[in-house]
């Protein structure tokens, strides 16, 4: 399945360890909403890799694995001016685990190799545009939250730190082990060797 805003907001909803206010909803659709659209971007997340086959021109494709890492969006969220404190953490963990739970399920990456027709692809994240994200999150944010009053306790400075941190969990992604595959695109040659997957975007 491909990525979805639906299910980046109920893996965040599912991981949070407390019940969440009147607003809780709206924050992880906005987050939900924020993320596939960017994620899927090629300007926004890119990857780059390494390949190894039977040479000439191809594709790959493969699944992408992003490990939760809590830490980083705690990290973010206090960098950027927000008070730490119980709840502030157990927002960020269920963010954290709840993307990166998400789209270790259902994303995937293809892009051209250059070098090897047909064989195996190693890629990762190099490249998540923190900015657009920030942006993202804000509108859809407000969008949501204006039948309801307002952004509650998340102001716009908290969500680009939120953006902060997502992005640097992202760039730890890459090639779920075994699934990176590289599938002609021309000729193939009777030779081996190695090339690369120099521009791959998530799908």
């Known amino acids: 399945?491909?990525?979805?805003?639906?299910?980046?907001?109920?893996?965040?909803?599912?991981?949070?360890?407390?019940?969440?206010?009147?607003?809780?909803?709206?924050?992880?659709?906005?987050?939900?909403?924020?993320?596939?659209?960017?994620?899927?971007?090629?300007?926004?997340?890119?990857?780059?890799?390494?390949?190894?086959?039977?040479?000439?021109?191809?594709?790959?494709?493969?699944?992408?694995?992003?490990?939760?890492?809590?830490?980083?969006?705690?990290?973010?969220?206090?960098?950027?001016?927000?008070?730490?404190?119980?709840?502030?953490?157990?927002?960020?963990?269920?963010?954290?685990?709840?993307?990166?739970?998400?789209?270790?399920?259902?994303?995937?990456?293809?892009?051209?190799?250059?070098?090897?027709?047909?064989?195996t692809d190693i890629s990762r994240v190099v490249y998540a545009n923190q900015l657009v994200l920030g942006t993202l999150l804000n509108a859809s944010l407000t969008g949501r939250s204006t039948a309801r009053g307002g952004h509650g306790p998340y102001s716009p400075a908290f969500m680009f730190s939120l953006a902060s941190g997502i992005s640097s969990m992202i760039l730890q992604g890459g090639t779920l082990p075994g699934t990176g595959v590289v599938v002609p695109s021309g000729p193939v040659a009777p030779m081996t060797g190695v090339g690369t997957s120099p521009l791959s975007n998530v799908i």
């Open 1 to 119: 399945m491909p990525v979805s805003n639906q299910d980046i907001s109920s893996s965040i909803q599912l991981a949070a360890t407390f019940p969440g206010g009147n607003i809780w909803d709206i924050f992880c659709d906005s987050i939900g909403d924020a993320v596939a659209s960017w994620i899927t971007v090629p300007a926004n997340v890119k990857l780059m890799g390494a390949t190894a086959g039977a040479t000439g021109a191809g594709t790959v494709q493969g699944k992408l694995l992003f490990p939760p890492n809590p830490t980083m969006l705690i990290q973010a969220i206090r960098s950027g001016g927000s008070p730490g404190g119980n709840t502030t953490d157990r927002v960020a963990t269920a963010v954290a685990i709840g993307i990166a739970t998400s789209l270790s399920k259902t994303a995937l990456y293809t892009g051209p190799s250059v070098g090897v027709a047909t064989g």
